[in-house]
């Protein structure tokens, strides 16, 4: 009886210590879940209209000369992310089919808290542009589990591909081994399609790109210092095994920070609320 009574008291206890996350939890959802419903009412999509009118044959024919916006459409990533046929779809199917892709991502980051995510404002602003952030951020969550998707930051961004220093400092040959012949079997594989030349172009199209003063609406910090600083962060995460540091690494060495490139950092999320819930049983 007196065994009884104490595991009434303890569950009372953990339901009162409860309180205040499920408050904030059913908060931040309906604030989130306002921010959806007005990024579905316009949608904009600026950034996803590279993917969807993307010619695979000449992927970079829309690259301009500066990184303001002003070459809308421009596709800038590897020439086998330009494969997928997805101007096949009318365009608003296509529009809401990736805000779709983006909200699964933001679910497999968050569970429950998904919509929470939302009201971190480059979130919002990665599902309003309809950008690859939140993908991003997913494939840090995935990699540890599955690293050959850390092939995908490595094609499109590339530099964000700095996550994957975390397998070097830890001698997982076989994850890092894993990684680079899923990069070097979808290059091969894209090769039938759109040829050496187009991946020559890439490499052009990311010199040029580096070389591009900081657009206006940025932090003008050059990509080389912050790749630095990154590896430092990822190396030390790896040595102390602190998963969530590979989520910052990410974010700082993002191509251009703009406010939407922050959104990669919310991998963070399910890695130190594990850390959280550890120390508090």
Same mark, same amino acid.
């Given at each position: 009886?007196?065994?009884?009574?104490?595991?009434?008291?303890?569950?009372?206890?953990?339901?009162? +210590?409860?309180?205040?996350?499920? =408050?904030?939890?059913? $908060?931040?959802?309906?604030?989130? =879940?306002?921010? !959806?419903?007005?990024?579905?009412?316009?949608?904009?999509?600026?950034?996803?209209?590279?993917?969807?009118?993307?010619?695979?044959?000449?992927?970079y024919a829309?690259? $301009?000369?500066?990184?303001?916006?002003?070459?809308?459409?421009?596709?800038r990533y590897?020439? %086998?992310?330009? /494969?997928?046929?997805?101007?096949?779809?009318?365009?608003?199917?296509?529009?809401?089919?990736?805000? $779709?892709?983006?909200?699964?991502?933001?679910?497999?980051?968050?569970?429950?808290?998904?919509?929470? !995510?939302?009201?971190?404002?480059?979130? @919002? /602003?990665? !599902?309003?542009? #309809?950008?690859?952030?939140?993908?991003? *951020?997913?494939?840090?969550?995935?990699?540890?589990?599955?690293?050959?998707? @850390?092939?995908?930051?490595?094609?499109?961004?590339?530099?964000?591909?700095?996550?994957?220093?975390?397998?070097?400092?830890?001698?997982?040959?076989?994850?890092?081994?894993?990684?680079?012949?899923?990069?070097? /079997?979808?290059?091969? *594989?894209?090769?039938?399609?759109?040829?050496?030349?187009?991946? +020559?172009?890439?490499?052009?199209?990311?010199?040029?790109?580096?070389?591009?003063?900081?657009?206006?609406?940025?932090?003008?910090? &050059?990509? /080389? &210092? +912050?790749?630095? !600083?990154?590896?430092?962060?990822?190396?030390?995460? *790896?040595?102390?095994?602190?998963?969530?540091?590979? #989520?910052?690494?990410v974010t700082?060495?993002?191509?251009?920070?703009?406010?939407?490139?922050?959104?990669? %950092?919310?991998?963070?999320?399910?890695?130190?609320?594990?850390? =959280?819930?550890?120390?508090?049983?």
């Amino acid at each position: 009886m007196a065994i009884t009574n104490a595991l009434r008291r303890r569950l009372a206890l953990d339901r009162i +210590r409860d309180q205040p996350a499920r =408050l904030l939890w059913l $908060g931040l959802t309906a604030l989130g =879940l306002a921010f !959806l419903i007005a990024t579905i009412l316009p949608p904009n999509g600026y950034d996803a209209l590279a993917y969807w009118i993307v010619d695979p044959q000449d992927p970079y024919a829309r690259v $301009g000369v500066d990184l303001e916006g002003k070459d809308q459409g421009a596709f800038r990533y590897a020439p %086998v992310m330009a /494969l997928p046929p997805f101007a096949l779809l009318p365009w608003p199917v296509f529009r809401y089919a990736w805000m $779709g892709l983006q909200l699964a991502a933001l679910w497999y980051i968050g569970r429950r808290w998904a919509l929470a !995510l939302l009201v971190f404002t480059p979130v @919002w /602003l990665d !599902l309003v542009y #309809a950008n690859i952030n939140i993908l991003l *951020a997913a494939t840090v969550v995935a990699g540890f589990r599955h690293p050959w998707v @850390w092939s995908f930051a490595l094609l499109t961004k590339v530099t964000p591909g700095i996550g994957v220093l975390w397998f070097a400092v830890r001698r997982e040959w076989r994850s890092l081994a894993l990684i680079v012949g899923a990069v070097a /079997l979808l290059g091969l *594989a894209s090769l039938p399609f759109v040829g050496v030349e187009a991946w +020559r172009d890439w490499v052009l199209v990311l010199g040029s790109s580096s070389g591009m003063p900081s657009p206006t609406g940025t932090l003008p910090i &050059p990509v /080389l &210092p +912050r790749l630095v !600083l990154a590896a430092i962060i990822v190396t030390w995460g *790896a040595l102390s095994d602190r998963k969530w540091t590979v #989520a910052v690494a990410v974010t700082i060495a993002m191509p251009t920070l703009w406010p939407i490139a922050f959104a990669p %950092v919310i991998a963070a999320f399910p890695f130190v609320r594990a850390r =959280l819930s550890a120390r508090a049983t």
